[in-house]
C-alpha cells in the first residue's frame, strides 16, 4: 500500500517513519488488527459504484464487488457477507493472500484515477471474520443426498473447492492426501504470517463436518491407481498442484545447506504447528543467525526471504536475474519485503556455490537487460568482469515449479498432458482424456493462484455434476439388470 493510501484509511501507524525497526516484520492479521467495522464500512463507502465493475471482471470468480461494498458501507455486513461467500468457497483467505494489486484492486477505478484503490481483500476478509466470530458461517448441508459418489485427488483449494460443491449437491465425497493434513501449499506452502493456519483448519473442519470424508497420507501413484480410483468413484477430479521445482545449475549447486524453496517452507510451517521437524532443529532448514541467500523472484521467493527474516537471520538477500519492474512477484510482496530490510540483488546470476561441505558463499555476476526476444522481453545477458562473492550459509532455491510427471505418477498413459507437463483439460468443464475423470488448479493451470485453483473447483464440480445427471438414467438402468 502506497504511503498516501495508508494516510487515507487510517493506517498512519504502518507509515514506515512510526514503525520502530524491531517492529518492521509484522503479519497481515497483525495489521489488520483494528480493521473494524467502521473502517470497512470507511472504505466500501468509498466505492463509486462506478458502473463498469472492473473490479469484478478482473477477480477470477467474478465475485459481486460493487454490490457486497455497498451492503457493507450500509452496514448490513450479514448480507454483504453471504453475497460474498455466494461465489467463493475462501473469502477470507482470498482477502488475505490474492495479489489484490493484479486483480480487483489494481483495476479499481479509484484506483486508476490516481487517488488509491479501495481495500476490497481487506474488506472481503473483515466481512469473513465476523461471519465465522458472529456464527453466520453456515454448516455445509446437502440439498438431497445422491447415490454417486466423488472421488477428490489433493486438499489444496482446487480439491477443496470442488468437495464443498459437489457435497453441497449430495453427492458422496472423499478427498485423497499425500499429505497429513489437508490444505495443500494452503497449509505446507503459505507462510503463517500471510495466512494463520487455523483459518485453513476451520475451512476443512466444516467439511469434515459436512460429511465429507478425508483420507490422508494417502497417495495416488503409491496406495492406488487413478484407474483403482476411477473403479471406485463415478467421477475423479484430480488437483494435485505443482510440485517440481525448477533446479539451477551451476558448480557447487550440490553442496550441503543449498535447500529447495518448498522443503525450507514446510519446515517452517511445521514447526509453527507444532510438529517435532529434525531437520529444523539441526538448523539445515532454520534461517537462525545465518546469512540467507534467495535466488528468484516470485511470490515463493518472498515468502522465503520474509520467513528467513522472522527467523532471525543475520542478513537475507534476494538474487533475481531482471530488474524490479520485471519481477515476477507481486510488487506489494516485494515493497514489504523491502520494508522490512530484505536486500534485493536485482540483475544478478548466480554462477557457483562455494564452500567446503556446507554452502559458505555465492559467487554472483551482475546481469544487463539486452535486446527483447519473440515474447518481447528484454534478456538478461552477463556483465563481463562483473563478479563477486556473497556471503551465505543457507541458499534457498526458489525458482520456480512444474507439474510431475502426471502420467508416470498416476499410471495413466491414456491421460494426456500438454508440453509443459500439465493435464490437457477442455476449457471450462476441465474434462481430461479419461471418461469421468477431471482436473484442475495447478496441475492444469501449472504454479498458478489460490484464487484460480478455487474457480477451477467450482467449475469441475459443475461440469462433474452435469456429467453424472447426464449418465444417471443409464447407470440405473445398467444397475437394475
Ligand atoms: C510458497 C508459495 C506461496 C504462495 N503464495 C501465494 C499467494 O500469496 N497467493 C496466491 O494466490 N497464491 C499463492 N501461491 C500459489 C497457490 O498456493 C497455488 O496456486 C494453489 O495452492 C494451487 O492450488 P491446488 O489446489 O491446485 O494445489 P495445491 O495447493 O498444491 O494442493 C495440491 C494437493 O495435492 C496433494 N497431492 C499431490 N500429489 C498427490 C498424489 N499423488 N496423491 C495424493 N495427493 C497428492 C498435495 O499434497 C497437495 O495437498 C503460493 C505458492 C507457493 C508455493
Ligand atoms: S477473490 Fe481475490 S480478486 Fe476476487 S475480490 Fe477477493 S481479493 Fe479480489
Known amino acids: 500500500m502506497t504511503e498516501r493510501m495508508l494516510r487515507f484509511v487510517g493506517l498512519e501507524q504502518e507509515l514506515p517513519e512510526k514503525r520502530p525497526a524491531a517492529a518492521r516484520a509484522r503479519d497481515f492479521h497483525e495489521i489488520y488488527a483494528d480493521y473494524i467495522a467502521d473502517k470497512a464500512a470507511a472504505q466500501a463507502a468509498r466505492c463509486s459504484q462506478c458502473g463498469v465493475p472492473f473490479c469484478q471482471v478482473h477477480c477470477p470468480l467474478q465475485n459481486n464487488i460493487p454490490d457486497w461494498l455497498k451492503l457493507t458501507a450500509e452496514g448490513r455486513l450479514e448480507e454483504a457477507y453471504e453475497l460474498s461467500q455466494a461465489t467463493n468457497n475462501m473469502s477470507e483467505v482470498c482477502g488475505r493472500i490474492c495479489p489484490q494489486d493484479r486483480l480487483c484492486e489494481g483495476n479499481c477505478v479509484i484506483e486508476q484515477s490516481g487517488h488509491g484503490t479501495v481495500t476490497i481483500g481487506a474488506v472481503e476478509k473483515y466481512l469473513t471474520d465476523t461471519a465465522w466470530a458472529r456464527g453466520w458461517v453456515k454448516p455445509l448441508k446437502p440439498i438431497r443426498l445422491r447415490d454417486e459418489h466423488a472421488g477428490v485427488v489433493g486438499a489444496g483449494p482446487a480439491g477443496l473447492a470442488a468437495a464443498e460443491e459437489l457435497r453441497r449437491k449430495g453427492y458422496r465425497v472423499t478427498v485423497y492426501d499425500r499429505h497429513d493434513r489437508a490444505g495443500g501449499l494452503l497449509i505446507y506452502g503459505i507462510p503463517n504470517f500471510k495466512l494463520e493456519k487455523d483459518v485453513v483448519a476451520r475451512r476443512v473442519k466444516r467439511l469434515a463436518d459436512g460429511g465429507v470424508a478425508f483420507k490422508l497420507n494417502f497417495e495416488i501413484g503409491r496406495d492406488a491407481s487413478l484407474a483403482d480410483l476411477r473403479a471406485k468413484h463415478d467421477a475423479v477430479f484430480i488437483a494435485t498442484g505443482a510440485y517440481k521445482p525448477r533446479e539451477i545449475e551451476a558448480p557447487g549447486v550440490g553442496l550441503k545447506r543449498i535447500v529447495a524453496a518448498?522443503?525450507?517452507?514446510?519446515?517452517?510451517?511445521?514447526?509453527?504447528?507444532?510438529?517435532?521437524?529434525?531437520?529444523?532443529?539441526?538448523?539445515?532448514?532454520?534461517?537462525?543467525?545465518?546469512?540467507?541467500?534467495?535466488?528468484?523472484?516470485?511470490?515463493?521467493?518472498?515468502?522465503?526471504?520474509?520467513?528467513?527474516?522472522?527467523?532471525?537471520?543475520?542478513?537475507?538477500?534476494?538474487?533475481?536475474?531482471?530488474?524490479?519492474?520485471?519481477?515476477?512477484?507481486?510488487?506489494?510482496?516485494?515493497?514489504?519485503?523491502?520494508?522490512?530490510?530484505?536486500?534485493?540483488?536485482?540483475?544478478?546470476?548466480?554462477?557457483?556455490?562455494?564452500?567446503?561441505?556446507?554452502?559458505e558463499a555465492v559467487r554472483i555476476a551482475r546481469m544487463r537487460l539486452g535486446m527483447p526476444d519473440a515474447t518481447g522481453r528484454k534478456v538478461p545477458e552477463e556483465v563481463k568482469g562483473s563478479e563477486f562473492n556473497l556471503d551465505a550459509d543457507l541458499a534457498i532455491k526458489?525458482?520456480?515449479?512444474?507439474?510431475?510427471?502426471?502420467?508416470?505418477?498416476?499410471?495413466?498413459?491414456?491421460?494426456?498432458?500438454?508440453?509443459?507437463?500439465?493435464?490437457?483439460?477442455?476449457?471450462?468443464?476441465?474434462?481430461?482424456?479419461?471418461?469421468?475423470?477431471?482436473?484442475?488448479?495447478?496441475?492444469?493451470?501449472?504454479?498458478?493462484?489460490?484464487?484460480?485453483?478455487?474457480?477451477?473447483?467450482?467449475?469441475?464440480?459443475?461440469?462433474?455434476?452435469?456429467?453424472l445427471q447426464a449418465r444417471a438414467p443409464a447407470a440405473r438402468l445398467e444397475a437394475a439388470e
Not at 408 to 413: D, E, H, S
Not at 443 to 452: I, K, P, T
Request: aromatic letters at 8%; hydrophobic letters at 45%; a neutral charge.
Open 262 to 359: 518448498l522443503d525450507y517452507l514446510i519446515a517452517s510451517n511445521k514447526k509453527g504447528l507444532g510438529d517435532a521437524v529434525p531437520a529444523f532443529e539441526s538448523g539445515a532448514l532454520d534461517a537462525k543467525g545465518k546469512h540467507v541467500a534467495v535466488i528468484g523472484g516470485g511470490d515463493t521467493a518472498m515468502d522465503c526471504v520474509r520467513t528467513a527474516m522472522r527467523q532471525g537471520a543475520k542478513s537475507v538477500s534476494c538474487l533475481y536475474r531482471r530488474d524490479r519492474d520485471n519481477m515476477p512477484g507481486s510488487l506489494r510482496e516485494v515493497a514489504n519485503a523491502e520494508e522490512e530490510g530484505i536486500v534485493f540483488e536485482w540483475l544478478t546470476l548466480p554462477k557457483a556455490f562455494l564452500g567446503r561441505k556446507n554452502v
Open 398 to 467: 526458489a525458482l520456480g515449479f512444474d507439474p510431475e510427471d502426471q502420467r508416470a505418477l498416476f499410471a495413466a498413459p491414456a491421460l494426456k498432458v500438454t508440453r509443459w507437463g500439465t493435464i490437457e483439460t477442455a476449457p471450462a468443464t476441465g474434462a481430461t482424456s479419461i471418461d469421468g475423470v477431471f482436473a484442475g488448479g495447478d496441475v492444469v493451470r501449472g504454479a498458478s493462484l489460490v484464487v484460480w485453483a478455487i474457480r477451477d473447483g467450482r467449475d469441475a464440480a459443475a461440469a462433474i455434476h452435469k456429467y
